[in-house]
C-alpha cells in the first residue's frame, strides 16, 4: 500500500524548517506527502515553495484542509500529521510491518510531548492510555486510515474541533483502531505557554461537553 501524508499547515513558518526536513526524509522512503495551506499570511507558502514542495490551498480549517489533502493524494493509506508533530524513525518501519501481518483499516500511534513542564511525559502517557482505552485518537498521534475505511466514513466531519474525536468514533465502528508503539513527538506549547494543570481541565471541559452534545463550533471559541 502506498502511502500518503497529508499535512495541513497555517502560519507555521517557526516549525517548517524542521518540518520540511522530516518531509523530504518521506519522501525519499517512497512516501507522497501533500502539504495543505488554509491561508498563511506569515510566509508559510513562499518557504514550502523555496525547499521544492507544492502546496494545496484549501479553505481554513484543519478538518477541511486534511479533506483537501486526501482528495488530492494518491496513496491507499492516508496519514495525517499535525505541523508540529514529528514521526519518530521507528514509525514507519512498524506500520510497514503491521501492514506485512494483517490489512490496517486505521490506527495511530503512541506519542511523546516536547516541552518544559515536568507534567508532559505523564500527560503522554496517560493520553495513550486512555486511547487505548477507548479506541479514540487524536490528531496529535498521527491518525493512519486506509483510503477505503477514509472513504466509508465520508472523511473528517466539517467541524472546526473535535474532528478527529468525531472521525474516530465512525471509524471504531468499522473496527478496533492499530495502536503502535510509535513514537511520535509531538509540541508542548500550548501546555507550556497556558500552564499544564489549566489545559488538561481545559481539555477535559471540552471533551466533556462535546460528549454532552455541545457544537463544536461553541467549544472552538472556547478553545481559543
Known amino acids: 500500500m502506498r502511502l500518503s501524508i497529508i499535512v495541513p499547515i497555517l502560519n507555521e513558518a517557526e516549525a517548517l524548517p524542521g518540518l520540511l526536513d522530516q518531509c523530504s526524509r ?23 515553495h523555496a525547499r521544492g514542495f507544492k502546496v494545496v490551498a484549501a479553505p481554513r480549517g484543519r478538518a477541511r484542509q486534511m479533506n483537501a489533502g486526501a482528495t488530492q493524494s494518491t496513496g491507499e493509506l492516508l496519514l495525517f500529521l499535525h505541523a508540529d508533530t514529528r514521526l519518530s524513525d521507528q514509525c514507519l518501519e512498524q506500520l510497514k510491518h503491521h501492514l506485512n501481518l494483517t490489512p490496517v483499516v486505521w490506527g495511530r500511534f503512541n506519542v511523546r510531548i516536547s516541552g518544559r513542564s515536568v507534567m ?51 471509524l471504531r465502528k468499522l473496527a478496533p483502531p492499530t495502536c503502535l508503539p510509535g513514537p511520535v513527538f509531538t509540541s ?14 481545559l481539555m477535559w471541559q471540552l471533551r466533556w461537553a462535546y460528549w454532552r452534545g455541545t457544537t463544536a463550533e461553541t467549544l472552538a471559541r472556547r478553545y481559543r
Open 26 to 48: 518521506l519522501q525519499n522512503q517512497g512516501c507522497e506527502v501533500v502539504l495543505v495551506d488554509g491561508g498563511s499570511d506569515d510566509g508559510s507558502v513562499a518557504l514550502v
Open 188 to 201: 508542548g506549547r500550548r501546555w507550556d505557554r497556558n500552564g499544564a494543570w489549566k489545559t488538561i481541565f
Open 120 to 170: 508532559l511525559p505523564i500527560i503522554a502517557r496517560l493520553m495513550n492510555l486512555r486511547s487505548r482505552l477507548s479506541g479514540i485518537a487524536t490528531g496529535d498521534q498521527a491518525i493512519f486510515i486506509s483510503r477505503v475505511a477514509f472513504d466509508q466514513v465520508g472523511g473528517f466531519p466539517d467541524q472546526p474541533l473535535m474532528e478527529d474525536i468525531e472521525i474516530s468514533s465512525r
